[in-house]
């Protein structure tokens, strides 16, 4: 499959999952958006699906440009896939509180947000160290600036009620925080697709990469 029928499918299928999710929360109520409903779940297979894609980019890299980055990465998004299912953040800052003796304010409400925050801090960090290793996809590179832009916007949107109290009224800011709210899931599933379509180019560059190298030593 090529990359641009890849991107219709997979923006297509985000979005009948998040208009799905919409819909059953305005007709039953039920939140698909929390955490455990199946919401959590299709993020929990997209960022499962972007580990193999990037464990067979590892694996063709291998016989003509092995780089640890691919195993780093990898790594990465199973720790994400976990994460997801077993709310690894969330139970990191609930220990925060209990261990400090924090009293959960708005302020420190948001450390699980910073967690989120610094998982991506991290995933650029690991791309500019070995910037010289993936450099050469150039046409990957438009997915993974719009997939760490939608990353931050999520992290930035939630949880910021008491702010918004400050701007208008308590009627009007619980309002927007709902909506707010309702975003940071949807922001999620389609960050993470542009990352899955950023990786499939990369392997789909590394593949044709090692059938003309196969080509080229039968000449």
Request: charged share 20%; hydrophobic share 55%; net charge neutral.
């Amino acid at each position: 499959m090529n990359a641009r029928k890849l991107l219709f499918l997979v923006l297509i299928l985000n979005s009948v999952v998040v208009i799905a999710a919409l819909e059953i929360n305005r007709r039953s109520g039920v939140n698909h958006f929390d955490e455990g409903k199946f919401v959590t779940i299709y993020s929990f297979l997209q960022l499962l699906a972007t580990f193999g894609i990037v464990l067979l980019i590892n694996w063709y890299s291998r016989w003509k440009n092995p780089s640890l980055i691919w195993k780093i990465i990898a790594i990465g998004f199973i720790f994400l896939a976990a994460d997801e299912v077993f709310t690894i953040h969330e139970n990191i800052d609930f220990l925060i509180h209990r261990v400090f003796g924090i009293e959960e304010t708005a302020v420190t409400d948001r450390i699980d947000d910073i967690l989120v925050g610094l998982y991506g801090l991290l995933g650029i960090g690991v791309l500019f160290v070995y910037r010289n290793e993936w450099k050469i996809y150039r046409e990957a590179f438009p997915f993974f600036i719009f997939g760490f832009a939608l990353l931050f916007g999520m992290v930035i949107i939630t949880n910021r009620h008491d702010i918004l109290y400050l701007i208008w009224d308590h009627h009007s800011a619980s309002t927007i925080q709902s909506y707010l709210s309702l975003a940071e899931e949807p922001l999620k599933v389609f960050s993470e697709a542009f990352f899955i379509l950023g990786f499939y180019i990369i392997l789909q560059t590394v593949k044709a990469g090692k059938k003309e190298s196969a080509v080229t030593k039968a000449g």
